[in-house]
């Protein structure tokens, strides 16, 4: 595009819709990929080895301390291909407005998880167990500083 | 956002299975059903390890990828004006906004791939042109009022979307969606402010933000889908909590919000329809183009194929860096193996 011009006048008219484009489907024939010969319909293809599906950068699990004094939080996720840059990916990403001044990153897959499904008996041990709350005792109520 | 590997693949029966193993995954189902259902019944949350309907999963995908597509894409009628900015102080924030866009996109996809989508999978579907986005983005934007008109209208419009999808029933797509609403309020400030300083120029310059508006109104009005009675999914999408309100009734909420608005601006809204309708106590607008509205889905609108081929071309001029910080990566990688190697030794 140039860089005087505007880039945003379409190649059609800018205020039709483009009535003359191929009806059959959305998808970009050959043709018309100067850029990317090999790119046909339904045969993409992908600039990397290393981004092909299946083979990208891992995964990573961003934490965020938005302030001293509080946790690091779970913020999001994203993709790198190290630690040092999924920091700096976690920064651009999830610190644009001072929302942190500490952020860990951890590799996905080093994350172990408890079992949704095992809800009832894992997590049952605290049911029935109210005496582990004040709210329990209530023969105290009234006395001051207690 | 939970990791791939924390995906609960669906109990599918293999065949060598014994009747033991399936009707355990049956009672499995059965449970699984049964908290989804209460989940909903409760208006909780559904979380990516939680047993899903399948159908419940495609919807999501569905959504959440087309919503971050729209996003990357989205990036694309603004960033062209960030070299032509009228002042350093305007470029600085259209850049922060086009950076804010690329930002809602990456929150997107990776609450999709919760769901069990691969990243690239997705990027290599929207670069295809299998994967729709919203329509707006295939309007182009021809002046510098368009800046305005565009943060005015459509993140006007997306706001009054999203809100209510903070609290979608699927976690991670509800907290990717508050995370965004946060950051989308700049956005509609300051496409306001470039129209008011517009509206209030020079005789020329009033018109032109009158003239974006103009254009914008109707593709913005669109963006909320089309009307309810030719919106099947909707009914669906409400009983699982993943939308709130109806087309309509976000639309009509929205061409409220903008009939105040335009007389602080100084400019009119193209439509002489817009009157407010005391018996049902809600906004109605003029007709829509929905023909319109089909072709540009349907990747005929004006700007589909170059939106389309500058996303292809970007991924493309991108290919070197990624394969140099794959190669980085690879390199420290030995080294420090290499380091654990001679301490070993
Ligand atoms: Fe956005
Ligand atoms: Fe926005």
């Known amino acids: 595009m140039s860089p005087h011009g505007n880039p945003e006048v379409p190649a059609s008219s800018a205020t039709e819709i483009n009535r003359e484009a191929p009806k059959a489907s959305p998808v970009v024939e050959p043709a018309d990929i100067k850029s990317s010969p090999v790119v046909g319909p339904g045969e993409t293809r992908v600039s990397t080895s290393s981004n092909t599906p299946g083979n990208a950068w891992g995964l990573w699990e961003v934490f965020v301390r938005s302030s001293r004094g509080l946790s690091h939080v779970h913020a999001g996720s994203l993709h790198a291909p190290d630690a040092a840059m999924a920091l700096r990916n976690a920064r651009d990403l999830y610190t644009r407005r001072n929302e942190g001044v500490s952020i860990w990153v951890v590799p996905a897959d080093a994350i172990a998880a408890s079992d949704p499904d095992s809800k009832g008996s894992f997590f049952e041990s605290p049911q029935g167990k109210d005496y582990r709350h004040a709210t329990y005792y209530t023969k105290s109520e009234g006395v001051k500083h207690l | ?345």
């Open chain 2, 1 to 345: 956002m939970a990791a791939q590997n924390l995906q609960s693949v669906p109990a599918e029966l293999s065949r060598g299975e014994s009747q033991e193993q399936s009707q355990e995954a049956a009672q499995r189902e059965a449970d699984g059903q049964a908290n989804f259902d209460r989940v909903m019944a409760e208006d909780s949350r559904i979380e990516p390890r939680d047993w899903m309907p399948d159908a419940y999963r495609k919807t999501l995908l569905r959504q959440i990828s087309q919503h971050a597509h729209s996003e990357i894409i989205g990036m694309q009628p603004e960033a062209n004006w960030i070299s032509r900015a009228p002042s350093l102080k305007r470029k600085a924030i259209l850049m922060a906004k086009v950076q804010d866009e690329a930002g809602h996109g990456l929150y997107l996809y990776s609450a999709a791939e919760t769901l069990g989508q691969n990243r690239d999978k997705m990027t290599a579907d929207l670069i295809a042109g299998k994967a729709r986005y919203s329509s707006i983005f295939n309007y182009p934007a021809l002046t510098w009022a368009d800046m305005g008109a565009i943060g005015w209208l459509v993140d006007g419009a997306a706001i009054c979307n999203q809100v209510p999808l903070c609290r979608a029933s699927y976690g991670p797509y509800g907290r990717a969606m508050v995370r965004i609403c946060k950051e989308e309020s700049f956005h509609q400030r300051q496409g306001f402010e470039i129209l008011l300083e517009l509206s209030h120029g020079t005789p020329e310059q009033k018109q032109m933000a009158q003239d974006a508006v103009n254009r914008w109104y109707a593709p913005a009005l669109m963006m909320f889908g089309p009307p309810d009675d030719d919106s099947p999914n909707s009914r669906q999408s409400m009983a699982w909590n993943i939308k709130r309100f109806s087309n309509d009734e976000l639309r009509s909420r929205f061409v409220g919000m903008m009939v105040e608005q335009v007389r602080v601006l100084g400019l009119t809204l193209p439509d002489s329809e817009i009157r407010f309708n005391e018996e049902t106590r809600k906004w109605e607008h003029g007709p829509l183009d929905w023909n319109e509205f089909k072709e540009v889905l349907a990747g005929r609108g004006p700007c589909n194929a170059q939106r389309l081929e500058r996303r292809r071309e970007a991924h493309d001029d991108g290919a070197w860096v990624r394969e140099a910080a794959a190669a980085y990566a690879a390199k420290r990688q030995a080294k420090q193996s290499m380091t654990t190697k001679e301490y070993a030794a």
